[in-house]
């Protein structure tokens, strides 16, 4: 019984990006001022609680992990995390084209010379904002302006099986730099991978540590979402389902992911080494009593829908609800402690409750707020703290 307790935790490790989810009668979760000063969340905080045994001295530099699961997020109200600000007779009037950050980017209000459909970017310059020359497609009509750069975080909630007994409960966060384009309704995003972490309740066992060349390896991913109108007037953020086929030539799925089914073997035709270390698929490391020191070659199949999203009137902020699936295949298992183990891989489940105190939902969501245009990967690592509110708790061990 305790083997296959063990198990499982392997298989819950192994439920990385992939996708998130969460129950339809969840709201998604609200970003308060708190949030903000909240000390707790950073990708570059060694005290997280979600991964503070799965990512202890596996990863360098500001690759080590995130949230000291702070209480404050688990708010499920459907604010959409804008100020409104003071409305009082004796607020003075705001002169929106000053500026006072020197070389800083936004995206205008003056249409394009040569395209209709698109807005340029001004730059601030001795105070004041100044059209550049550089277009953006942003036609956003009577919608927020949700085009530009963005920072988003994917939270998820899991529950790792082996046969019929569920064991491990685990987190995933995945950070996502965002670059979205608009047509009224219509968002198209270029999102990247900057970086993974993972935590599960018992991590003693077995924790799986992603490495920063796994997040490089999955480069960029395109999205189309849209915008909807729901029954109380806000704005909603949708995404149909998107599957995405990992370490795995496209050519062997084609335009069908959804049906293609993962190899177990190595030597594989479609297998393919994404994060070029000479070991098939993309690697993950085992830690813990089972995981010992393992290192893991894997090539997974994920899907995610969006849904019950809330857009902010300035479209500065979007929250929005996730469903997941998540499925990995172990290929190559180099050292640890129990290789059979191991080299089950995962079966991850999404789990739209949780068994952790005071941990209230939502359990499967995105965060996603606007941050300077033209911002990088490495700016939403070393900012995390001051971009998203504090992750829901989980447990310290």
Known sequence: MKKSLVLLTISLLFIFMASCGGGSSETPAEKTDNDKSDSAETPDDKTDTADSTSDTGAESGSDTGSDTGDTNTTDSGSDTGSDTGDTGADTAPVDSNTCSNEGEL??????????????????????????????????????????????????????????????????????????????????????????????????????????????????????????????????????????????????????????????????????????????????VNAKGSIGGNASLGMVEKSSSTIYNGIVSDDGATIYALVDWTDEQKILVVEGGSDTSVLKLGANNQQQNSSKQPGFTGPFNFIQQFKIPEKSDCEYIRNNALTIFPADPPVPLE
């Open 106 to 283: 936004r995206v205008g209000d003056t249409v394009c010379p040569d395209n209709p459909k698109g807005l340029l970017y001004q730059k601030c310059e001795g105070g004041s904002w100044v059209d550049t020359e550089e277009c953006i497609l942003c036609d956003h009509g009577e919608y927020p302006k949700v085009c530009g750069t963005y920072a988003q975080k994917m939270w998820f909630t899991s529950v790792s099986k082996i046969g019929p007994i569920s064991a491990a409960e685990g987190w995933t966060r995945t950070y996502f730099l965002i670059e979205q384009e608009q047509e009224q309704d219509k968002v198209h995003a270029k999102a990247t991978y900057c970086k993974i972490t993972i935590g599960n309740d018992q991590s003693g066992l077995l924790a799986i540590v992603m490495p920063q060349s796994f997040a490089d390896a999955l480069g960029t991913t395109v999205k189309e979402s849209k915008l909807v109108t729901n029954a109380d007037g806000t704005i909603g953020f949708e995404q149909d389902v998107l599957w995405e086929i990992r370490a795995i030539d496209p050519n062997c799925y084609g335009d069908n992911p959804a049906a293609y089914t993962l190899p177990t073997e190595p030597n594989n035709e479609c297998v393919q080494d994404w994060d070029n270390d000479e070991r098939a698929g993309l690697t």
